[in-house]
């Protein structure tokens, strides 16, 4: 079964919440807030993965600079955020909710940043799948575990996205 994305809404919010906290109990997850704080920014785009009506999954990407392309692009997009409801793992839905927000982010233009803790083995295979390399790492990113992540970067899309 495919879930299906939509845009997330305050609604959703309280569901996103606490699905933070079944999937980042030790590293702050986000409170109701601030995914209603992420939905107000003008630059932001958050979704959710739902079947039959449950909110399974949800993803947000802030597009930043100036949505051009060419030589001179200065704009650029950040992934926020990915999570799935743990029952749901390993069923592509993360993968869904990634190409919806890389499908938004090659509109924009520019290349696609995001960090990732490094001992998330299956987020980092789905990341290097769409084209996302290892570009840094950031000591004791997540708080308060002190976990590392990586900082990945995806470059611009310039060919297009089938998406």
Known sequence: MTASIEPMTVQDAPRCAYLETVLFEGDSPWPEDAFIAELAAPHNHYVTAREN???????????????TRGAFAVGEAEVHTIGVDPNHHRRGI??????????????????VFLEVRTDNEPAIE??????????????????????????????ENTEGSSR
């Open 53 to 67: 009506g449950e909110v399974v999954g949800y993803a947000g990407v802030a597009l930043l600079g100036q949505p």
């Open 94 to 111: 993360g993968g869904q909710l990634l190409g919806e927000l890389l499908r938004v982010a090659d509109e924009h233009g520019g290349p």
């Open 126 to 155: 789905l990341y290097r799948r769409e084209g996302f390399e290892i570009v840094g790492t950031r000591a004791k990113y997540y708080q308060p575990s002190g976990a590392d992540a990586f900082t990945m970067r995806r470059p």
